[in-house]
């Protein structure tokens, strides 16, 4: 059963499979962002225990590793099914801590149970290769192994499902994960946390340690027996974990920003393409990496495309994620809601027409809580910062081009590369823009938000430094190469010298 909570009750961490009080002492409140209402007290935990954590971890991964990869995969197997079962409880907290509207929050969850399933199948792949041998009697092959001790940092805007696409991989392939979530979404740690507990997964495979970026993240990136580092957050915490994890000759996996756009070509199914700017721009309320947060929309369709996006927008809910018939729920906290805010000023002194929106919602039951109104810029110029910079929230703009070609160029013309899509019955744009379009995720006929588990997730350029969450790629993070030669020929034969 998932946990009943008690309001304001202190988190513990959970460390070679005990719960433990930061050895700091120190807490700080996790409040509801559609109500502000206090919810728990969350650890700000210190350099030791995160030495605790190291400690722990070195010493279960070695046993750990040794489990046959089938036997590590059926934990994950119970994890998935705990999840199922907890599923709508785990979505209700996760609405609470995030503020994602509950049909949203059921859909991360699912993720997560979907990860556990398909992690759980690798534990009976975990390809490697076998290859001929350039000698005669003589067997070569590759096989993965795990890293050993690897460290996950993970965001606020995907509590659950993050966390899943980088611990289950890690679990399945042999190593001991050290897991620090962001301090703003603690509840779904600690109830992945005893999940995994009840899961049967010996004790220090996991440990979750709760506390701020700058101390628990930044002790995890200087601990050396932490070989690999997976990060999934902004672009300014990412360079600077990659340049300390760099220096230490250390792996660092990095899921960054986006600054993703919706092409809108003439012959669009228009109904559709409102659908999917809809779903994707304001979805968790703007707070998805993959966000629409650009439209390129054909001139032709430009004022029909406003028109309808308009109505569709006003029609929008916007409150409280827990009542099922709210669309848009709450900014994560008041630095979000005033980092939007600065960005509507900056449209607007850059130039760009505000069609709806662009303020906070102070008035009424949104008071009380981080309402941000779902916005709309028309006439944006590809170069203005609108349409540079990731704002993280409900906000999108417009920019009207004349030429797949036109649009594919402002597409790459931004230093990320996440996620793009295209509405268009043509075959031959089609085929044109999942060529040319410069991000690591392509959709057509769809908005730029909706990737499965088994595939690949990340981006090109800014967005990441050329490695992939979920998918099978996500195991290329979490294990090494190991290449193995078998010589059965009773005699020392000499590789590339006793070849003729
Ligand atoms: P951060 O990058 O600050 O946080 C992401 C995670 O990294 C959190 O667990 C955070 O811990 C941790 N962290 C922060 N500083 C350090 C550090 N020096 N060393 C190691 N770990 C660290 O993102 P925010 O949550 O503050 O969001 C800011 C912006 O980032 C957003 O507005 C958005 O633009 C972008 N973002 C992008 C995401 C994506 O999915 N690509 C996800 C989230 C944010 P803690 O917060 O607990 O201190």
């Keep these: 059963m998932a946990k009943k909570w008690m309001k304001e009750e202190k988190l513990l961490n959970y460390i070679g499979g005990l719960w433990q009080a930061p050895s700091s002492g120190k807490y700080t409140a996790v409040t509801n962002p559609a109500t502000s209402e206090k919810l728990v007290q969350v650890p700000l935990s210190a350099e030791q225990d995160v030495e605790g954590a190291v400690e722990a971890a070195k010493k279960a991964q070695r046993e750990w590793a040794l489990v046959p990869a089938p036997q590590r995969a059926e934990v994950l197997y119970r994890v998935g099914l705990m999840m199922k079962e907890r599923k709508e409880k785990l979505a209700q907290l996760l609405t609470m801590e995030n503020g994602k509207v509950i049909e949203e929050a059921r859909g991360e969850v699912q993720e997560g149970i979907d990860m556990a399933f398909y992690m759980a199948g690798e534990g009976r792949r975990l390809f490697g290769q076998t290859t001929p041998s350039e000698l005669k009697d003589k067997f070569a092959m590759s096989v993965r192994a795990p890293v050993g001790v690897v460290g996950i940092i993970t965001p606020w805007n995907f509590p659950i499902a993050i966390a899943t696409w980088k611990s289950f991989p890690a679990i399945v392939a042999g190593n001991a994960v050290i897991w620090k979530p962001a301090t703003e979404t603690p509840i779904m740690a600690y109830e992945l946390a005893r999940i995994f507990e009840e899961s049967g997964l010996p004790k220090g495979v996991l440990n979750v340690v709760f506390g701020s970026g700058s101390k628990v993240g930044q002790a995890m990136v200087e601990q050396e027996a932490i070989r690999v580092i997976s990060f999934t957050g902004s672009n300014e915490v990412g360079r600077k974990i990659a340049a300390e994890c760099g220096s230490r000759l250390k792996k660092v996996s990095l899921e960054m920003g986006g600054k993703n756009a919706v092409i809108v070509m003439d012959d669009a199914d228009l109904s559709l393409a409102v659908e999917g700017i809809l779903w994707s721009a304001f979805g968790t309320s703007g707070q998805r990496c993959t966000a ?108 009207p081009i004349n030429s797949l070609e036109e649009a594919i160029e402002i597409n790459n013309s931004v230093e990320y590369g996440l996620s793009s899509s295209i509405f268009t019955q043509n075959v031959n744009h089609v085929f044109q823009a999942q060529r040319d379009l410069d991000t690591g995720i392509v959709y057509v006929n769809a908005g730029t938000t909706g990737a499965e588990i088994h595939l690949p997730f990340g981006g090109t350029k800014g967005t990441g430094n050329g490695h992939r969450d979920s998918g099978v790629a996500a195991l290329d993070v979490f294990t090494e190469w190991k290449a193995v030669y078998v010589d059965f020929s009773g005699k020392l034969q000499r590789a590339q010298i006793d070849v003729e």
């Design 292 to 399: 629409c947060s650009r439209v390129m929309v054909h001139e032709s369709l430009k004022e029909k495309l406003e028109e309808r996006l308009m109505i569709e927008i006003s029609k929008l809910t916007i409150g409280n994620g827990l009542d099922e018939s709210i669309k848009v729920g709450p900014i994560i906290n008041q630095a979000g809601l005033e980092k939007i805010k600065n960005y509507i000023k900056v449209g607007k002194e850059e130039g760009a027409k505000l069609l709806t929106g662009g303020y906070i919602m102070e008035s009424g039951a949104h008071g009380r809580g981080n309402y941000f109104a779902p916005t709309l810029f028309t006439d944006v110029d590809p170069g203005m910062r609108i349409a540079q910079e990731e704002i993280f929230g409900p906000v999108v703009s417009l920019i």
